[in-house]
């Protein structure tokens, strides 16, 4: 069964700065995707991120961007510039690609601070 | 942008009744999926839905739970007999389901407080 693992509950950073939240996965397959998920305290989930699996250039999207590692099983977020309203629980989540289970794993997600 | 919506945003009933929740997908998608967050933990599948049956459901999608997409818009999640530990937070998601890096919009949630 895959699994997605969160090391970090909890991170801060200062605005302004970078932080970078960790997520290792589990998985024998080969062909799958990535995403990294924010939650606001509004508690509304909202797609950060994604990487394809066959790909092995990292997805950006403008402050965020991660490293994806596949042979390591790795896939971290780093936050540039950090600002106020970066403050949420951040998910790691796990999916084949299509044609298999379309299920989400999620990690146990990491609260990010952002401090003034 | 189009939007999941979800309905009610809280819902307090009593164990052993009957509760229905909402959701109104975004329009043109074509998978339906339920996912729960029991408080302080992760957010777990429940159940997907396609093409007018359940596509895929967890250990957690018991005889107690259903889901019916009863029009062309809502798709609805109902609890037959709720216990204690049904208290979660419920999410709904829909997705495209044409494209190959399929991403799930989720719905702002509906906090269900079993007493």
């Known amino acids: 069964a895959q699994t997605v693992t969160q090391s970090q509950p909890e991170m801060s950073v200062q605005e302004a700065e970078t932080v970078t939240l960790s997520c290792t996965y589990d998985?024998?397959?080969?062909?799958?995707?990535l995403f990294w998920y924010k939650q606001p305290p509004s508690r509304q989930m909202i797609l950060v991120i994604r990487?394809?699996?066959?790909?092995?250039q990292n997805a950006t999207e403008n402050r965020f961007s991660v490293n994806f590692q596949k042979a390591a099983k790795s896939f971290s977020l780093k936050i540039s510039d950090s600002q106020l309203g970066d403050a949420a629980m951040y998910f790691c989540?796990?999916?084949?690609?299509?044609?298999?289970?379309?299920?989400?794993?999620f990690g146990k997600g990491t609260k990010l601070t952002v401090n003034p | 942008e189009p939007e999941v919506t979800q309905t009610p945003s809280h819902q307090v009933t009593q164990m052993g009744q009957e509760v229905i929740l909402r959701c109104v997908p975004i329009?043109?998608?074509?998978?339906f999926y339920w996912y729960r967050q029991i408080l302080g933990q992760k957010v777990e599948f429940l159940v997907s839905?396609?093409?007018?049956?359940?596509?895929?459901k967890s250990e957690i999608f018991d005889d107690q739970f259903s889901v019916e997409r009863p029009d062309g818009s809502n798709f609805t999640l109902k609890i037959r007999s709720t216990k204690l530990e049904d208290s979660a937070m419920y999410f709904c998601?829909?997705?495209?389901?044409?494209?190959?890096?399929?991403?799930?919009?989720f719905g702002p949630g509906t906090r269900l407080t079993v007493l």
């Open positions: 839905f396609y093409n007018n049956e359940i596509s895929e």
């Open positions: 990487q394809e699996a066959y790909k092995q």
């Open positions: 989540a796990y999916r084949l690609a299509q044609g298999g289970s379309e299920k989400l794993v």
């Open positions: 998601a829909s997705s495209d389901g044409r494209e190959r890096t399929d991403t799930q919009y």
């Open positions: 998985t024998s397959e080969s062909d799958y995707y």
């Open positions: 329009s043109n998608h074509l998978y």
